[in-house]
């Protein structure tokens, strides 16, 4: 499975954001997916996950301005970002998940496969 991310960019605080996750092999609809992101000097921390059959958890720091969805068809997951602000900036990154979505582990990044190689979202304020 190979992962590959689009949609980052130079925002300005308040902006949206749309990123994507495209599978270049593999079949989307067997996969949890999940979104991170690591700021500069920061670890890589949980943003957003989907299951399999369209079950979405958040991370509170993103929890009501974020929204992850997949498109089966399309072998693409997304992830909306709305109202950025400045400590939003960070390169994401996409994964698949392996193994059962349990609430103790699902933002450990040692639950994840087949990273991305991440897209840049900064925010200016």
Known sequence: VQIVESGGGLVQ????????CTLSSG???SYHMGWFRQATGQEREFVALISTSGSTYY?????GRCTISRDNAKNTVNL???SLKPEDTAVYYC???????FAATMARTDE???WGQ?????VSS
């Open 112 to 114: 994840y496969l087949n």
């Open 27 to 29: 079949a989307l609809n």
């Open 59 to 63: 991370a509170d720091t993103v929890k």
């Open 118 to 122: 991440g897209t840049q979202v900064t």
């Open 95 to 101: 994964a698949r998940k392996r193994g059962p979505i």
């Open 13 to 20: 605080a308040g902006s949206s954001l749309r990123l994507s």
């Open 80 to 82: 909306q970002l709305n």
